[in-house]
């Protein structure tokens, strides 16, 4: 009897468990979730070159509600019409419901998207709420109609000496710009080695005054009206170039880029970047990327020169002393060709994944 008693017992006290388990089960089941709402504000806009560090565009939008209380992580995602979101650009705002553009921010992310500057082209925005990696919602998208401007900053052109040939008009690889100051021109440069003595002779020209600036007297000086060739050695390489007019200084530096990131256990070595010298652009093909990971572009081992994205996915100076920006989303996984356009000079850095 005892026995019977005790088997009894025990079925009790498994269907009390049984029926607690489904309970908690039933409790924590994730409901259809409620997506976002998104709202432009404008939902067109021209953008002009005078609005540069003006906020001209917000992108707000309601939280999504999964049916039960939950720490939900957004996402905003832009991406040309017709692409499917195929690669957009993303800006990840954590718990925050609002995202801000400033006009130099938009309408870079305009033109590398695809529109021309100049011409109406329409834009795709939607918002990923994440729960985790594996458990996330998709706004419906809405259209942000822009126009983007062409933008030109302040430039010093490149003037090839003695057999290196360059363009006579500005042509993007070519180019130094000011951004912040008048004075200050940053850009990068691919040395052929034309001349064959080690370095490729050059002049300055500056588009605000047609000042012509050469030799100074060192490798690291440069004179207004000199009519001698400045020599940025060793080449061939590609060269960061920096020029002070007020300090009448030009120093440069090689580059060798790579991508570092999640992807490739942050290697700063295994994923090189070449030169397509025919866009002036810098590629890396076939490159094997998982969504959700973050990846830099870091250059020669390190990352003193280096760049990340800002809080809106523009491209920037990652390096000392500031150290600023965040890791660069991905958002897709597959195999990839991921581009870095550092052809236009200072202020419009910018990169693809494609």
């Not at 995602?77 to 990840?92: E, L, R, S, W, Y």
């Not at 007019?245 to 970047?273: C, E, H």
Request: glycine fraction near 8%; hydrophobic fraction near 40%.
């Amino acid at each position: 009897m005892k026995h019977i008693i005790s088997q009894l017992s025990m079925i009790v006290l498994c269907s009390c468990l049984l029926f607690a388990c489904k309970k908690d089960l039933q409790d924590t089941t994730i409901q259809t979730a409620t997506a976002s709402v998104v709202t432009l504000s404008p939902a067109t806009i021209v953008l002009a070159a005078t609005a540069v560090n003006d906020t001209v565009e917000t992108i707000s939008f309601t939280p999504t509600k999964y049916g039960f209380s939950a720490a939900v992580s957004y996402a905003v995602q832009i991406a040309k019409v017709g692409t499917n979101f195929a690669t957009p650009t993303q800006v990840n705002l954590g718990s925050k419901t609002e995202l801000k553009y400033l006009g130099a921010g938009l309408n870079q992310l305009a033109i590398v998207a695809g529109i021309a500057p100049g011409t109406s082209g329409q834009l795709e925005v939607r918002v990923k709420a994440s729960l985790s990696d594996s458990i996330f919602t998709y706004s419906a998208p809405v259209t942000l109609t822009v126009t983007p401007y062409q933008d030109l900053y302040p430039a010093l052109l490149v003037k090839g000496g003695n057999g290196w040939k360059t363009p006579a008009t500005r042509t993007n690889g070519y180019v130094l710009t000011a951004v912040k100051t008048a004075d200050k021109y940053e850009g990068y440069l691919n040395l052929p080695n034309a001349d064959g003595y080690g370095g490729d002779a050059m002049q300055l020209i500056a588009t605000t005054n047609g000042t012509v600036y050469g030799w100074g007297g060192t490798s690291n000086t440069i004179t207004a009206g000199a009519s001698g060739n400045l020599w940025l050695t060793v080449a061939p390489n590609y060269m960061k170039v920096n020029v002070d007019l007020t300090a009448n200084t030009i120093n440069f530096v090689a580059t060798q880029f790579y991508i570092s990131g999640d992807d490739n256990s942050w290697s700063t070595s295994a994923t090189p970047m070449t030169l397509n010298t025919t866009t002036n652009q810098l590629e890396a093909k076939n490159v094997s990327l998982t969504a959700g990971k973050t990846f830099v572009f870091t250059s020669n081992g390190n990352y003193n020169i280096s760049y990340k994205v800002d809080a809106a996915g523009k491209l920037i100076f990652a390096g000392p002393p500031s150290w600023a920006g965040n890791n660069i989303p991905i958002t897709k996984t597959g195999i990839f060709t991921v581009i870095l356009d550092l052809s236009a000079g200072d202020g419009s850095y910018a990169y693809k994944i494609q």
